[in-house]
């Protein structure tokens, strides 16, 4: 095991799918000589030559393009797309192109194109350089939509989103990428959890608490709070936006009756709106308590001075345990 942050590991991720297949190929801005704004490829482009890690124009639209293009040439493309906001010029691409190719040859033609897209807020940078757009994706068939929220994972799914033959958008919380934790880099991600599926990551009995990306720390924190007050949460990260492991999901909600899901994104037509609605289908009958979502507000992304009264932290999701545990809180009521 060794103890590397976030950033690192999917970097080490990075240079093992480079070093196991000559096809992949890592495109972006300034992810070469400078290695990335974050510093994520790092060092590659020295090791594996310009002709494999590629910095291109400041034109998402045009990345994309290129990207569809050596795919269907026999590459593996890794698109990194510098910041969340950037990714709208390549919007048509990917939800025109890159997703329906498979379908529209009737299997002749996969497009194995992972998306790197850093996410989400907490880092004090304004709108374009904050959001979370991962639900324009996940509502778009013939994408796989996953989310890391430790090192290992970032590690190991980086690799399996790049073995992967379908396009996976693989989101990344930046305000995550120095965070420490231990990694064993002699996983095969071939016998790893597949990226598909959730993970339990604290056990309880009360209610389950789902979060994904860069809150599922903050989940985790939650639930030992809520235990120096009594409530056993189970936290589940979902690691996997689409598909989404219902099944994970269902058992845990079968056991505590209650259900709480958080995200950074705003809360209408949000992840956390598609598993309520889905959880409220499949166990209406085990459910003690209406699903509670805390997420962000339906605003645009505020001034940096502002993001963390507008990200869910620590007491919003306690105040959304105590709603779906129907105890009183100063904070009921609260939408989001």
């Given at each position: ?134 639900a324009y994706f996940t509502h778009t068939s013939g994408l ?57 990551v604290s056990a309880g009995k009360d209610v389950t608490l ?127």
């Open positions: 095991m060794t103890t590397m942050t976030f950033g690192a590991a999917i970097n080490a991720g990075l240079r093992k799918s480079l070093e196991n297949d000559p096809k992949v190929v890592l495109m972006g801005e300034d992810i070469g000589t400078l290695g990335g704004v974050f510093r994520i490829t790092d060092g590659l482009q020295k090791d594996f030559g310009k002709h494999r890690v590629i910095d291109t124009p400041l034109a998402e639209s045009g990345i994309m393009g290129t990207a569809v293009g050596l795919a269907y040439r026999g590459y593996r493309p890794v698109v990194e797309i510098q910041f969340d906001g950037f990714i709208y010029p390549a919007f048509d691409q990917i939800v025109c192109q890159v997703a329906k190719m498979h379908y529209r040859t009737r299997g002749a033609v996969t497009l194995p194109i992972t998306i790197r897209v850093p996410f989400g807020g907490g880092i004090g940078s304004p709108e374009h350089h904050s959001e979370s757009p991962e796989r939509v996953v989310s890391v929220s430790n090192p290992q994972d970032a590690y190991t799914m980086v690799q399996q989103a790049i073995g992967c033959n379908d396009p996976v958008l693989f989101f990344e919380p930046k305000r995550r990428y120095h965070d420490k934790g231990e990694v064993d880099l002699g996983v095969d991600p071939a016998t790893a959890p597949d990226m598909g599926s959730a993970a339990v789902v979060a994904y990306g860069p809150l599922v720390k903050t989940a985790r924190d939650a639930a030992l709070a809520a235990a120096d007050d009594g409530i056993s949460v189970e936290v589940i990260d979902l690691r996997s936006l689409s598909p989404v492991d219902y099944a994970t999901v269902e058992a845990s909600v079968r056991k505590t009756g209650r259900l709480v899901i958080t995200h950074e994104a705003g809360m209408s037509g949000g992840v956390g709106a598609e598993i309520a609605a889905s959880i409220t289908e499949r166990c209406f009958h085990y459910l003690e308590a209406p699903p509670v979502r805390i997420t962000g507000f339906d605003i645009p992304y505020p001034y940096s001075k502002l993001e963390m009264h507008h990200l869910p932290n620590l007491d919003r999701i306690l105040d959304g345990v105590d709603r779906a545990m129907y105890r009183p809180n100063s904070l009921s009521g609260l939408e989001g």
